[in-house]
């Protein structure tokens, strides 16, 4: 389905701190042009939910236990932004 101008922008957040991703939702939650659609807290449930959901925007944390997400998610053959360092 395409979006529209007037659509929210959807987002999933992928963070290991559980308590990081449930805040970053909230605060987030509050803008009427944007909505979380869902939280979750490792690297293969982070890929599997971006091709199945689709968001517009994937906030996620590139260090994360387990499989390596980044590299899934750009050769999946989709767009990806390049990470930024929080430093």
């Known amino acids: 389905m395409a979006r529209t101008d ?11 701190h559980r308590s990081f991703g ?3 939702q909230i605060a987030l939650d509050r803008e009427q042009d ?3 659609i869902q939280v979750v807290s490792d690297g293969d ?4 939910t971006t091709l199945e959901e689709e968001p517009d925007v994937v ?14 998610r750009a050769g999946s053959g989709q767009r990806a932004a390049a990470p930024r360092s929080s430093s």
């Not at 449930?45 to 599997?48: E, F, S, Y």
């Not at 906030?59 to 899934?72: I, K």
């Open 59 to 72: 906030l996620m944390d590139l260090r994360m236990p387990g499989t390596d997400a980044s590299r899934r």
């Open 6 to 16: 007037t659509d929210p922008i959807t987002i999933v957040i992928a963070d290991d």
């Open 34 to 36: 944007l909505d979380v």
């Open 22 to 24: 449930e805040a970053m």
């Open 45 to 48: 449930l982070a890929v599997t």
